[in-house]
């Protein structure tokens, strides 16, 4: 470990940029190719290095303790007002996509712990028991050091998913046909998936907090490279190894969706509970702050260690926070869309704008060289914003999970018939359909324009589906 730097540190800093976004990375890296993908996450993770060393200069030029006072003292009354909506809304996204991970997981995994296949456990019925029994209970604590081992483990989970999903690609690093069925470059997925990249490795509101625990404050850069270079190896082993384990079917934005029943599965759904549970309430925690310090103190309270926060108050915002939480993960089911969408607003504000707007407010002219630099990377910044944004509302589509019922086949893949004792294997054929339909849906489209499934082999097949197309 670099010198100076302590275990308690770099799990802080770490739990800080490393999340729930590592459920996306399969997803992300099939969007974009191999080779893209891996640039992409490399570009975001050096992008989030220097705008963490923009913030730390800020920092110790300016003398302060919170964004919030930052951006007051540099910009005034407006631009404490822009920056708190833009943590606000960037935090209020993550705390949905921990809610939408818990929605996903929870009850799938409690079916099967209770056996319960013929009756599996609702989604929303979950999530409000879940969240009235144990997230609100958390959310309403004060004192969060009790979890910080929790948060320890949670990091060690996201590096073993990783080598997980290594090893079951490893099964089909074997076989040289995926080389030529993978997806190296595809630009057209970068713009969807790009505020994914960004969004997943910041960390610039965790920076201020640590950045006052620290007694060394001079290894305050390497300690947030160390943050950043941990989380990157667990969502480049998460993407790179999962695009590969499931090249050969739809890979959604939430990958526990294509991991197979086993025990593993079952660990890995437990072990993704645990992170929701361990990273909500310290999401929720500064959302709170910052609500608190927008609509109800005055701008020099700022300067103080901790804003004064009564009872009441802090139980009132603490029930809107999760009550809205939980309604939005259930009412908008698809993990990479929120991503996406905050990413491409509120992340990429606050990652890269503000970032190299305070520094270069605050340090007023520099060399021309830094000058520069800094005007490109805030020119990138905007850019980043507009462009992205304009991509995540009008071409986002989702992932299949929620609109197969919506979709058509028109035309038959390659080597489509499988085949069993019964008749068709309807599982098979889905996960090879692109996009994925029902079995009758299937059957009368063909029907209806005269195609005939590819056999394999011909005989049996064919005489398989001659059978299915009388009967229907």
């Not at 540190?9 to 993908?37: E, H, R």
């Not at 490399?42 to 992008?47: E, G, K, V």
């Not at 990273?279 to 927008?294: A, D, E, Q, V, W």
Request: aromatic fraction near 16%.
């Amino acid at each position: 470990m670099t010198e100076g730097i302590t275990l308690k540190n770099l799990v802080s800093m770490t739990n800080g940029v490393v999340g729930l976004s590592l459920l996306a990375m399969p997803y992300c890296f099939s969007q974009c190719g191999l080779i893209l993908g891996t640039l992409t996450l490399l570009f975001c993770a050096l992008m989030t290095s220097y705008s963490c060393k923009l913030i730390i200069r800020t920092i110790e030029i300016a003398k302060t303790n919170s964004f919030e006072y930052l951006a007051y003292k540099v910009f005034g009354h407006r631009g404490k007002l822009f920056i708190e909506i833009c943590i606000i809304l960037l935090l209020f996204g993550s705390l949905v996509t921990n809610q939408q991970a818990l929605c996903d997981t929870g009850p799938v995994f409690f079916t099967k712990l209770l056996n319960l296949q013929n009756y599996p456990v609702p989604r929303f019925g979950f999530m409000v028991v879940f969240t009235v029994l144990i997230s609100l209970p958390l959310s309403l604590s004060k004192r969060l050091e009790a979890l910080h081992s929790l948060n320890t483990c949670a990091i060690l989970f996201y590096f073993c998913f990783g080598l997980y999903l290594m090893w079951e690609a490893s099964y089909k690093l074997v076989d040289y046909t995926w080389l030529e069925k993978i997806k190296l470059w595809e630009i057209t997925g970068l713009l969807k998936c790009f505020p994914i990249f960004s969004v997943s490795f910041s960390c610039q509101t965790v920076l201020f907090v640590v950045y006052s625990e620290l007694e060394n404050k001079e290894i305050i850069d390497k300690l947030a490279d160390s943050g950043i270079l941990i989380s990157f190896i667990c969502y480049f082993l998460t993407g790179f190894f999962g695009y590969i384990s499931y090249y050969d079917v739809t890979i959604y934005g939430n990958i526990t969706y294509n991991i197979p029943d086993s025990f593993l599965s079952q660990f890995f759904l437990y072990g993704f509970i645990i992170c929701v549970i361990s990273g909500f309430p310290f999401i929720i925690y500064p959302c709170r702050t910052s609500l608190n310090t927008l609509f109800f103190s005055q701008s020099d309270e700022l300067m103080d260690d901790e804003v004064y926060m009564p009872e009441h108050r802090f139980k009132n915002l603490t029930y809107i926070l999760v009550f809205l939480t939980t309604s939005t993960a259930v009412l908008v089911p698809n993990l990479e869309f929120v991503l996406s969408l905050t990413g491409s607003t509120a992340g990429s504000l606050t990652a890269y704008v503000w970032p190299s707007m305070l520094y270069k407010f605050v340090k007023g002219r520099i060399n021309f060289q830094r000058e520069y630099l800094l005007n490109a990377f805030l020119f990138l910044g905007i850019v980043i914003f507009c462009i992205c944004s304009v991509a995540t509302f009008f071409e986002f589509k989702p992932t299949q999970e929620n609109n197969e019922a919506d979709s058509v086949v028109t035309e038959p893949p390659d080597s489509l018939a499988f085949y069993d004792n019964q008749g068709f294997d309807v599982q098979r054929i889905k996960a090879r359909l692109e996009p994925a339909v029902p079995m009758e849906q299937m059957l009368e489209k063909f029907i209806t324009v005269g195609k005939t499934i590819v056999p394999v082999p011909e005989t049996i097949a064919r005489n398989i589906f001659n059978e299915k197309t009388e009967e229907k």
